[in-house]
């Protein structure tokens, strides 16, 4: 018969001891990253070959010469001894905004905003957020990323280290405790021209305690309305803001999804995580529904499921056919395979766009970025949409 063994020495924790893990624990992160982003700002935005600048721009080889010797553009830089040229990702993004026929932002339109979400950890919200972001500058948009999760990984990777380099009031939390009433102050640029990012740290988990002891206060208070009134006017800014969430309806997600024209719900396609997104919607709905005004006058542009972490085995196929049922065609017509290129990244603090060149196998790289890039241009077809029909 099987016994359970009891330990030999006492294994209880204090709280005291958990400071001491915590600490320790942040302190060799922190060497990680040190050893791995130096020197400062460490973090740095890949260079592009010529025919990468020239697929980007959706123009070929011959049209890329010759607009290179007409000499308005960036020439880049020589590399090595041959005569291959290197650009930069800034030179890149002069090169896409030149060449590339966009529907620019109309002047007095503001920028659209789109909050991944889904309460379920783990289903590559973060993942999702950072590289669209990334994808969207690549298309030519000026796009600010915002990090809702105390746990920072958006902040992270976007070249900031959350607990070391971000204060307090670098974050949401000034404008959540009233002093301030726009998010300016919160804005920083990163490594990645073109991407801006209002950063997170573990501190933002007052947040869920401040938003309630206010409302406690004052009964009036719109808790819901803190993030949208705080973000209407840096909008403007933008061509798209980005809004990563925690794995939690917080009131902080609440705010995010309030303050958003759009949502996009990343689910692998696993039975749990099925059952987790109709809990999502629910919740949501139910608080919503609540909530003065929200009821009759907001609307979104569009709601969107993806695919997440997709497999091709036959629970795979199942679930798939269990979203596509329940979610119809708001369920993307693409999907972003499980794959080890995100592991690999991300060991990295990093996404697919980081990387210049595959760090294994070419396929494999092209089958995980090719699902995003799509994904890039579906939202932004449909912020261009939003452009064109919305008076704001
Ligand atoms: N398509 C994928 N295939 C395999 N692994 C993936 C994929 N996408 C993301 N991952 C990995 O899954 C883990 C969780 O991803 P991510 O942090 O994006 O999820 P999240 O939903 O933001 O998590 P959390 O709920 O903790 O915020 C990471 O290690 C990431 O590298
Ligand atoms: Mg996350």
Redesign the pocket.
Known sequence: MLSARLPEVDQSVSIETLLGVAAQATDILNQIRDAMLEPYPRKSAPTFTSAQVASLCGIDKQRFQYLTTKGDLPAGTSKGAGRSKEFSLEEALTWIRATKERTRRPDGKRGRIVTIA?F?????????AVSAAQALTLLGRRVLVIDC?P?G?TTQLCGWAPDAEISDDQTLLPLVYGDQTTLHYAVQETYWHNLDLIPASSSLFDAEFEIPAKVLNDSTFEFWEILRKGLMPLAEEYDAVVI?T??ALSYLTINALLASDAILL?CPPEALDFASSTQFWHLFADIAKKLPGVLEQKRFDFVNVIM??AKSDDVSRVVRGWLQKAYGDRVLPFE????TV??GA?AQLSTVYDLSKPDGSTAAYNR?KEPLDRLAEHLDAQFVRAWNQTEA
């Open positions: 889904n379920k950890g783990g289903v590559a919200k973060t993942t999702t999760d746990q990984t990563d925690p794995p990343p997440t972490k972003i395979p499980e794959s995100p592991k991300s995980f």
